[in-house]
């Protein structure tokens, strides 16, 4: 079993930055691509960013690249999603997830979720 718990969320103004981690206790972890999909308010989940097990490549939505990055540290059994710049359109419940490799895969692949964390810009 893989527990992801994601913090970080929170209340920002155009332009701020937030550093979301995702926190994935356990040996399986390095396994695993690490996505970000987020969600908001009446509308469908969109797929973020994703980054390989051992962070050799990362993908990003055209909407955020640029502006978000992505990150693991296998050490610390973490990923993380750093943003910036930071749009009203980007306000949304943020989700980590793992799914085995390729990490181009569909969402349904995904194989562990976390809880989400709120990100609201103003």
């Known amino acids: 079993h893989v527990q992801l718990v994601e913090s970080g969320g929170g209340s920002v103004q155009a332009g701020g930055s937030l550093r979301l981690p995702c926190a994935a206790p356990?040996?399986?972890?390095?396994?695993?691509?690490m996505g970000w999909f987020r969600q908001a308010p009446g509308k469908g989940p969109e797929w973020v960013s994703s980054?390989?097990?051992?962070?050799?490549?990362?993908y990003y939505a055209g909407s955020v690249k640029g502006r978000f990055a992505i990150s693991r540290d296998n050490a610390k059994n973490t990923a993380f999603l750093q943003m910036t710049d930071l749009q009203p359109d980007d306000s949304a419940m943020y989700y980590c997830?793992?799914?085995?490799?390729?990490?181009?895969?569909?969402?349904?692949?995904?194989?562990?979720w976390g809880q989400g964390t709120q990100v609201t810009v103003s």
């Open positions: 356990g040996y399986t972890y390095d396994t695993y691509c």
């Open positions: 980054i390989a097990p051992d962070g050799s490549n990362t």
């Open positions: 997830a793992a799914v085995d490799p390729p990490c181009r895969a569909w969402r349904d692949d995904y194989k562990y």
